[in-house]
């Protein structure tokens, strides 16, 4: 009942950016404070990364593998972002439990920031929700999406939104996706 009443929550079936689209310059709260998108990534890559929701199995385990890989993607000078649609606290909390699944007690913090989109604002924009998926309130959840930046901010890789596909993504494999030369 929630979900019909939020016209920023009404999902399309047209993705919110397509391949070569700048993505947009937008101004953000994350684990790390407030970010503008462009500025975050300089003349960086950029992989933007969602997940349904935090503390879950899944999405623990697969961000869990992005802290872990976040090393080889900076050598390749990419940076890493997530978003979530939960709150900068659950955020925080979430982390932890991130980097103590991962066992590393050298890491005291997540090498990349998530990003609290808690309105969905976001995940509209870009086309980021599931349709099929959805929380207690009825809301839809983020999809696991990926997007790829290159340095003139745009789109040059996207894993799209699959409706009910609730598979971790293989950081590794997108690990390689960061090897494509800049065009």
């Known amino acids: 009942e929630a979900a019909r009443g939020c016209s920023a929550c009404r999902v399309s079936s047209m993705p919110g950016l397509l391949l070569g689209d700048v993505v947009p310059n937008f101004e953000v709260e994350t684990t790390i404070g407030t970010i503008k998108l462009h500025e975050y990534l300089g003349d960086s890559w950029g992989i933007l990364f969602s997940h349904p929701r935090d503390y879950t199995p899944v999405c623990t385990t697969e961000l869990g593998r992005a802290a872990w890989t976040s090393p080889e993607f900076a050598k390749r000078n990419v940076k890493m972002i997530a978003l979530s649609i939960d709150t ?3 955020h925080r909390g979430w982390s932890k439990d991130i980097l103590a699944y991962n066992n590393d007690e050298t890491v005291t913090e997540m090498p990349f920031p ?3 989109d808690s309105q969905r604002r976001l995940a509209v924009e870009l086309g980021m929700l599931d349709p099929e998926e959805k929380d207690q309130a009825g809301m839809p959840l983020t999809a ?3 997007f790829i930046f290159g340095p003139d901010k745009k789109l040059k890789l996207s894993v799209p939104l699959l ?3 609730n598979r971790p993504r293989n950081f590794d494999e997108i690990l390689s996706c960061a090897r494509l030369p800049a065009s």
């Open 88 to 90: 900068i606290e659950d």
């Open 114 to 116: 998530i990003i609290a």
């Open 144 to 146: 696991r999406c990926v």
């Open 163 to 165: 409706p009910g596909y």
